[in-house]
């Protein structure tokens, strides 16, 4: 009985994990955009949560692909862009590699405006999922204590 209850809280917690992966990687873009020959990664949350969920994504399939990355959905005569890595933790395989938007010299693909607005994209979401977590916990609280 107890896993029906905190079957949506399971999710929450993936996504929370899921979200704080993909932190990482846009950190690690961040952190590595003067460096010559660096490939910018891409974590694709929605498939990620998918993988992780077991095809179940609710209400977190929005979000999580960057600006310019292709979704995998699309008109059957469209050519499909391959991806290395895909999913994350759930699913145990690496982070892909950023489709290049402005090619440089230097061989470096991280487009730092791109990067900053998906970190700041993706802190607001990790936050919005904390608060999904923390409000289900209340409910819980409230509906055990009778209040």
């Known amino acids: ?8 809280m399971d ?9 704080s992966e993909r932190q990482r ?5 961040i952190a590595n955009a003067d460096t010559p020959g660096y490939a910018a990664r891409e974590s694709h949350f929605a498939d990620a949560l998918r993988a992780a969920s077991g095809g179940s ?6 979000g999580g692909l960057a600006a310019g ?9 469209h050519i499909a862009l391959g991806r290395a890595g895909g999913a994350l933790a759930g699913a145990g395989s690496e982070p892909g590699y950023a489709v290049q938007t402005q090619p440089r010299l230097d061989g470096n693909s991280v487009d730092l405006d791109r990067e900053r607005a998906a970190f700041a994209d ?16 209340k409910t819980l609280l ?6």
Request: aromatic share 6%; hydrophobic share 40%; net charge positive.
């Open 11 to 19: 999710l929450h917690t993936q996504a929370l994990v899921l979200r």
């Open 69 to 77: 990355a292709a979704s995998g959905a699309g008109h059957a005569r």
């Open 122 to 137: 993706n802190a607001v979401r990790y936050e919005a999922t904390l608060r999904f977590i923390n409000g289900q916990g």
């Open 142 to 147: 409230s509906a055990i204590t009778g209040q």
């Open 25 to 29: 990687v846009i950190a690690g873009n």
């Open 1 to 8: 009985m107890l896993d029906k209850l905190t079957s949506s």
């Open 57 to 62: 994504e609710g209400t977190f399939a929005t």
